[in-house]
Structures are given as C-alpha cells and as structure tokens.
C-alpha cells in the first residue's frame, strides 16, 4: 500500500487539518504496509528449506523454534576461556552454542526471560474478502494471509488495523501452541493502523504472558522485533537501532502521525508484532520501504496509549453497544491548510517582525505558519481565519518551518501537538490576526475530507440508470480502477478534485460516472471516469440526491451534465423500461447499493 500524500507537503505548506487524502507525493508508491501478502500455503514450502543450523539445533534437543539470540558467556573476568571454548565445540548433538556449567546462570536466566516474552506473541491467520469499487456490485475473490499480535493487559491483543482490514474471519496462535483459536475484534482504528483483538476460549490465555508498554525510543537505542514475517511459519526475531523519529505518513490511512524509523527488517506478516527494549514494548511494527534496504517503522508507544484510552473512552460512554470499533472516535484536529513563514518578505508582510516580547505569551515566539484555507464546515467564532498567523499551539511553540519541539533538541511536524488530543477535546491556539496576538480555544473535530482517503470494512455506494453507474469519488475508487500508480495514470479532472481538502456543505460529494453499461439505449454513450455536475439542470449534492432526483423526475428527458460540458441524454421512460433486462445481461443484482 502506498503513502498518500499532498503536494504541497513537499512545497511550502503542509495539510494540519485534512491529515489523509490527496495521492500527491514522490513518495506515493515508496512505502509498503508490511504484512498483507504472505500466503500461509506458501510458507509451507518454505519451512521445508530450514537452514542446518536451525537442523543442528533441533537435531540437538531444541524446542524447535528457531530464534537467533547472541550470547556470551564469560567467566568471572569477563574473559573466555579455551576450556570454556572447548567445551563448546564439542556439544553434543551438533549444537553450536554449547557452554561451561558453572557460566550458564545468566546466560540461562537471560533466555528463560527472552522465552517468557515470546509467548506473549502470537501469529493471525486472516481471510479477507475485499469489495471492488470500479464495480461496486462485486467482491474480489478471498485471499489469505498472516500478521502478528502481541498480549496485553485485559485479555487484549495489539495488532495493525491493515492485517484486519476486510477480515472475514481471523484465527489466532501463541508462540509455541499448535492450536489456533477464533479471535474477536474489539477495536479498529485505520487512521493511526491499530487494531484490538480477544480469544472467548480460556485455554488460549492459559501459557501466554502480557506485555506492558514503555516509552518512546530514543536515538540509537537497540530495539528488538519480534513476529512471524514471511519466509517461515515460526518466530522471527530481527535486531536493529532507532535511526530517526519523526511525523510521517501512515501508508495504510494517508494520516501523518508520529512515527519512529528503525533499521531492522521488517517485511510481510511482521505487522503488529511489538518492537522491544528488554521485555517492554516501545512500538509496534507496522510498514517498511521498499525502495530502500534497513528502513522500517514502528508506530510508538505514544499513539498506541493514545489508541487504548481513545478505545476505553468509547466503552465508559457506551459500554452497552454491540460493535466495539465504535468506541474508537479517530484523531482529532482543527481544520485548516498552512504555509512555513521562512520568507522575510512574508514575515514583513504579516506583522511578524513587528511583535514585541511583550505582546506575547510566556513561552511563545515570534514564529508560527500562516492559515492559507480553514475548513468552511466549522463555525466562524470556533476556526481560524485565511491569514491568520498560528504562534503556538497549547505549550508547543511553533516555529517558522512548521515544526515544533519533540524532545531535547529533536523537532517534528506541528501535527505532534495533536497526539494527546481526543475529538471534542479544545487547543488552545495563539494568533496573530491584523497584528494583533490574540488567543482562542478552537474545539478539535475528526477530520472528514471531501475525498476520503482510503475506505475500509464497508461496502461500495453506487447507483445505476440506463446503462450510467454512479460511484462516489475516493482514492479506493481511483485504486480499483487505475491501479497503485494512479496518481500517474488518472485524469487531471479526478486528480484535481482530490486535491480539495475541505467540503462547501455537510453532504457534499463527488459522484463519478463510472462505466457506461453496454445495452440499446447507450450506443454512442461511451464516457467513463466522468464527474457528474447535474441532473436536469439541478446541482448534484451527493450520490444519495442523485438517487432521489431519479426517483422524483416525471420529465420526457433526464439530462446529466458532465463536467467539461459533455451531456447524456435519456427517454426518462425507455431508460426505466431498460433497467431489468441490463441487470440481468450483466449480472447485477440490484440497480443500487442497500442504503440508496
């Protein structure tokens, strides 16, 4: 799955409000979500190919899990021996790492509590079947494939949101157990790629242990991950180092969150295993890039505390409903499009230079980005305004490049001030408006971007008339019809349209002249991939008021108007007469999705 990314993130703005959407970036095809296609039958196959060593040890009493620890065992002056050395050599069984009795304590100690930890991660078996948005009325075909979960407290399982999404059914196995058992889930949330699992089953968490988070890494700090990536169908454990931490786009929602980079492998089924510092959880694993070796991610401890608590929020407020992913409210933001202020000409412009210490709050400086779009749907007394200046917001000052302080001498993205924040939650921003430093208390809303993102664990809207299938426009849409590279393939008018953060009115949408369906009444008809503007002269809201003016039309014609000025143009009573005939031609069920 590739990053979606705006444009002019990699200009002079940055997207603060609409975190997902709009497929513009270099980036766009250069980050993958690690887990979604190992085939378990594949890994079969694989497992025939052991390595001799991995033989050697099972040949020697191993367990049978091939887990690769370093292990020193020194004696009491931290210096090998040649007698410990020889009595390594000549293990029996053909084991390599064979050791003095009297140094094996800690050595022992070590692996037992290694041991411990790795029951607590478990590998999902997945079947997904996913809809088709190019042509809404049919699914693709089931597929398989495998992730990883870890235990936490509560009889809870962590795992990625991309390794559930579209579930079908979802089996679990813990480490070292040959059965697998039906798992649950509790809790979904595609923005921040987080998912909560359960086993009903006792016997399941008789062996397994939880695991309790830590904080987030810091620079340079060995990590450990831990899952079932493809290649095998035991643990794999991977070493590696924190090389950066940083906001960055999560390829499976488009969202920028904060994220740590690390140089462990990371690849298919690793997702939602934990990345460790000892025995405490620091991350979980979750996508890699593949247009370059040793880069993976871990999304950190700060986003999966806020994940729980946004998830234990939902449950004190309504414990009593039937679907656990509607606890999970989403990330929560203000709304608005912003430019960096490193031009003196811009920062002369806006009054910036001319603040005075004194005008400005204890902690706030005179620095910040300036508003370029806000979003219309929020009041006007609780949203910026186009030209405002945001100095800070709470305690995080806000510098010219959009950034603001992490830790030490660390900084991200200003979005990392959003990350304890919940929707409904209020910021309190500072501004400088007309020259003048003001502040506010702007309420934080879940975005809803007027093209979604990516959609998933529902199913296509569509309408059909006379041979003319009408989708809502999404980037699912432009993925089914174009490809993964569809911001090289796809119309400019399509494009175009993404690119527009914000709705005008609450129920706005882009609907699509899909396909033109094959039949008598539409020869000549061949438009596809068109954007609908009206019906009869009548502005199109949404796929919805499509459907209803259709419904409600008694003229001789019905006229859609394409965008470009393009017309297609029915006999109202030869287009209805039509329909059943076509749908059965085509095998369509029905001539709309279940809500229409």
């Known amino acids: 799955m590739s990053t979606s990314r705006n444009d002019d993130i990699n200009g002079d703005g940055d997207a603060c409000g609409d975190q997902s959407n709009a497929p513009f970036s270099s980036e766009s095809a250069a980050v993958d979500a690690a887990v979604d296609a190992d085939n378990v039958g594949d890994e079969a196959a694989l497992v025939e190919t052991a390595s001799a060593a991995n033989s050697a040890a099972a040949a020697g009493g191993g367990n049978g899990v091939h887990i690769h620890v370093d292990v020193v065992d020194d ?16 293990g029996g069984g053909g084991v390599i790492e064979g ?17 411990q930890v790795y029951t607590s991660v478990c590998k999902l078996f997945v079947w997904k079947t996913e809809p088709n948005f190019a042509l809404p009325w049919q699914m693709r075909p089931q597929r398989q494939s495998s992730g990883s979960a870890f235990v936490i407290s509560g009889r809870r399982l962590l795992t990625n949101a991309h390794v559930l999404a579209n579930a079908s059914q979802v089996l679990i196995r813990a480490h070292g157990d040959s059965k697998r058992y039906v798992a649950r889930i509790l809790a979904v949330a595609h923005d921040c790629d987080l998912a909560m699992l359960t086993v009903d089953d006792d016997d399941f968490w008789s062996g397994v242990r939880e695991l309790s988070l830590s904080h987030v890494p810091h620079l340079q700090d060995s990590v450990v991950v831990v899952g079932y990536p493809t290649g095998g169908d035991n643990l794999s454990v991977t070493k590696g180092v924190v090389s950066r931490v940083d906001v960055h786009p999560y390829s499976h929602s488009g969202h920028r969150l904060l994220c740590v980079q690390i140089d462990a492998a990371i690849n298919s089924g690793n997702s939602g295993g934990p990345a460790l510092i000892g025995s405490e959880v620091v991350g979980v694993a979750f996508q ?44 929560a933001t203000i709304g608005l499009l912003y430019q960096r202020m490193e031009n003196k000409q811009l920062r002369r412009y806006t009054k910036l230079d001319s603040i005075g210490a004194e005008m400005l709050p204890e902690g706030v400086t005179a620095s910040g980005v300036l508003v370029c779009e806000s979003d219309p749907m929020r009041p006007p007394n609780d949203n910026v305004h186009p030209g405002d200046v945001v100095l800070a917001l709470d305690d995080n000052d806000i510098a010219d490049d959009g950034t603001v302080l992490f830790r030490d001498r660390e900084r991200v993205n200003l979005l990392y001030a ?9 910021a309190r921003v500072t501004l400088l408006r007309d020259g003048n430093v003001i502040v506010k208390h702007l309420t934080l809303q879940k975005p809803v971007p007027l093209v979604p993102s990516y959609l998933y664990d529902i199913k296509p809207r569509y309408c059909i008339f006379g041979g003319l299938v009408f989708v809502p426009l999404s980037h699912n849409y432009l993925r089914n019809e174009y490809g993964q590279a569809y911001v090289e393939k796809a119309s400019a008018k399509l494009l175009n349209a993404c690119s527009r953060r914000f709705r005008d009115f609450e129920d706005e949408e882009i609907v699509v002249l899909a396909h033109t369906l094959a039949c008598d009444i539409t020869v000549g008809y061949e438009f596809r991939r068109q ?19 259709l419904d409600e039309c008694e003229e001789e014609f019905v006229t859609f108007s394409l965008k470009g000025g393009f017309s297609v143009i029915f006999e109202r009573e030869a287009a ?21």
């Not at 959003?418 to 209020?426: A, L, S």
């Not at 954007?531 to 003016?549: D, T």
Request: charged residues 30%; positive net charge; contains cysteine.
């Open 531 to 549: 954007i609908l503007e009206s019906v009869n002269g009548c502005a199109v809201r949404n796929l919805k008021h499509l459907a209803q003016m």
């Open 99 to 115: 050791t003095a009795t009297g140094a094996t304590t800690d050595a022992e100690a070590k692996r037992r509590a290694l041991r």
């Open 418 to 426: 959003f990350t304890n924040k919940f929707v409904g939650d209020t």
């Open 288 to 331: 890699a890039r593949s247009a370059a070796e040793n880069i993976g991610y871990v999304i950190p401890t700060l986003i999966v505390e806020r994940f729980l608590q946004d998830v234990g929020r939902g449950q004190q407020a309504d414990p009593n409903r039937e679907s656990g992913e509607s606890w999970y409210s989403g990330t």
């Open 576 to 596: 209805e007469k039509s329909m059943q005939d076509l749908l059965e031609h085509h095998n369509i069920p029905q001539p709309r999705s279940a809500e229409l």
């Open 75 to 90: 004696d009491d002056n931290g210096v090998r021996s040649k007698e410990k050395k020889n009595k390594s050599r000549q």
